[in-house]
């Protein structure tokens, strides 16, 4: 491998920008929708240095810009040109705790491949850097144990607690362990992983990915206390005051399911997407021979809304056996916010996606099953307060589909059982916590917020980030103890 | 862990349980539950805490056994742990000198109805409970029940023990013939029973509180499957309840919520009993 790296390196540009991409390898789409296992397959070590070549070392690599946490994208994929995929990972370990993790579900064509300056030229796809990053994470995992991680260091006495174990609060508990403090993890579950255990589903996002990450805390010496609701068994005060914390973190996500508010929503049949997704992957209600908890399965199964709870939910309907799994969306294609990959993903399994089709409510039988769901067909008219054209219903187009199952998901709602428990800790109008963007303190002195319970529903690179950044904010504090 | 110290049949199908549980002993309140799961691949299940040691960090709940999930939480002995156990979670029960209180308890309902009842009567109220069942020997907590109030009522529905009937029988003696100025009913027990104690107050417009018990998974307000409908209202019992109006709430939906797993539920039971009891 040797020297045909050096070859390599002194690839010209022309010949960089004659390499096609790479396209991630996938299961069949026949063979995937009849099992739950992961849907990439991921790069072999040739198509990792081959797609790694058509990076053009940027001098101003707008692709990092694109980052939300700033990787030093072009360093890493040059690592993996020449073969060093460890420090490839551990370039990307710099900025990411959760490379594995983000390499899979981050929404990169809005990101780091959106502005990736081979991409803007014409007739080209931008770097797979996703593709890369997540080829880098498991190779580490692979071969490279224990690549960037120090253990066990109990440098200073000062305990700090993490309340939910989602991507900000297993960020915020990894960097502060490395900095040498004692760390402890609250989780109102009985498993860790936050939207990643219970939401984003195995055939997207394997479990042992997540337990791998888990695990790297746990060696560290990271506490994690599962079972535990903050709010209810504990509160943040207590957690201050009584139990010997120096500085808490808050990283509870957004998890309540919004409603739609039409008739009918109460029928057996209708699910938030969080019950629908926490039936199957909490609970693994797909291998109902193994475990207790039950699910149903019919024909038909329409979903709610168009971002990746959509598609996890209607892709996790199609493998638990409904024939015929649809998305409706009440605005159009363009509006779509799920990452391009899961759409194309879901299109190849025979999703079929409405548009422009809003639910107005939910008939049931004489049990209160759901047997139908009436709609309106809408239009797109002036843009609203998103920038996105408002759709607005078309006056007589009404209809009635036969379904066996719906499922909402159309967002979340803060979850109130921290924030309403937490005494002099300011929110926001809709219930968020208000906290500082760069360094996550909150109006209550020795606490910190990230992730979506500060931001709203939004990403797992972005909750990261903000687990990292209170990390370092928090060791400021406890250096200074200045607020 | 989560130790369980001591289990106890107390009739036909029922059984009592002490669990170590120092941090949930401490903070719990009447009205909560907590979740608990017997084994790592089994499901979530709510039961309400019945008593609370705080001094001992132990909690009391009493189970009725009915499916796989309550039936492989009999078989565990004294020693045994469960998987996972959380808690207190819900909302308390609002515990205020009212006047005259009357808690009704139906079924495993008199679990949870009884640290309501000793709250209450703590709090300055004069507790009149009503407790019932099919026949004398099904009676659960009578003597703690007993202690808890100020005054302790009986039926059965064969009258082989109190008054011959329903608990509402009683209820209505007390309102039209021993005209109580009732100010608040607590009724707890089976959905029918229940929903009879709520029809019959609503006519007297006497406030009335009932604890819910639909299907649950999280118990955090996470997964919405906990829905109930409140005066035409989505609530989520776990984090909204579990006590709510009674003269609010949509009893049908209530009951054929709880029924949809049924058919999985069966099968899983029987699946069960064929594989670990060959009867
Ligand atoms: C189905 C689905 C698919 C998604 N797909 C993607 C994707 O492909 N790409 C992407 O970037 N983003 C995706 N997202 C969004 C992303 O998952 C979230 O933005 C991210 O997980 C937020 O992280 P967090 O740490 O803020 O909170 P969460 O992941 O929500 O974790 C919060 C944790 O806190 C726990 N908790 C809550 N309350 C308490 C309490 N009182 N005490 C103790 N613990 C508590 C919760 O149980 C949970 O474990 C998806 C979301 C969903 C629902
Ligand atoms: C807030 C609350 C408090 C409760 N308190 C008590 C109590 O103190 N004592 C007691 O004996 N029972 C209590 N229950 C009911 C108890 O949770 C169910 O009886 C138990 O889950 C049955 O499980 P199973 O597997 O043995 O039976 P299954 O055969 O699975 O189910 C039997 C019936 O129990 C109900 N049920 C099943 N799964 C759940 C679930 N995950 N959540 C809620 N209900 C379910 C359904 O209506 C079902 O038809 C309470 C329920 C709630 C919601
Ligand atoms: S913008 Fe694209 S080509 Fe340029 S450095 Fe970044 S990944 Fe490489
Ligand atoms: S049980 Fe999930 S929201 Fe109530």
Redesign the interface.
Known sequence: MENKNKEQLILDTKERLKIKRHDMPAQNSAKRVQNFKEVSIGYLIEDAIEEAKRCIDCKVPYCIQGCPVSIDIPAFIKLIEKGDFLGAAKKIREKSSLPAICGRVCPQEDQCEKVCTIGRRKDSTSVAIGNLERFAADYEAEHGKNNNISYGKNLYDKKIAIVGAGPSGLAAAGELRQKGYRVSIFE???EVGGVLI?GVPEFRLPKSILLREVQILKDMGVEIF????IG???TVDELLNEKGYSAVFIGTGA???K?L?IPG??L??V??A??FL??VN???AYD?N???????CGKTLVVFGAGNTAMDAVRTGLRLGYSDARIFYRRSRNEMTARLEEIHHAEQEGIRFDFLINPVRFIGDE???LKQVECERMELGEPDESGRRRPVPIKGSEFIADVDAAVIAIGTNV???VPSSTSGMDLNKWGYIIADEKTGKTTKKGVFAGGDIVTGAATVILAMGAGKNAADAIEQYLKTNIW | MYEIIENKSIGEGVNVYKINAPDIAVKALPGQFIILRVHKKGERIPITIADIDKNAGCITILVQTLGKTTHLLSELKAGDELADLVGPLGIPSEIENFGTVVCIGGGFGIAAVHPIAKALKNAGNDVISIIGARRKDLLLMENEMRSASSGLLIATDDGSYGTKGFVTDILKRLIVDDKKNIIRVIAIGPVPMMKAVSDFTKKYNIKTIVSLNPIMIDGTGMCGACRVLIGGQTKFACVDGPDFDAHQVDFENLVNRQKFYEDEEKSSYECHRKEHHNF
């Open positions: 109102a579950l009985h219970y599962t079972n535990v609701v209810k068994t504990i998890g309540t399911p409603f508010n929503e109460e057996n049949g699910y938030s969080n019950e926490t039936r909490l609970m693994r109902m193994e475990y207790d908890t039950p699910m149903k049990k209160q099953n979850n109130p059982i």
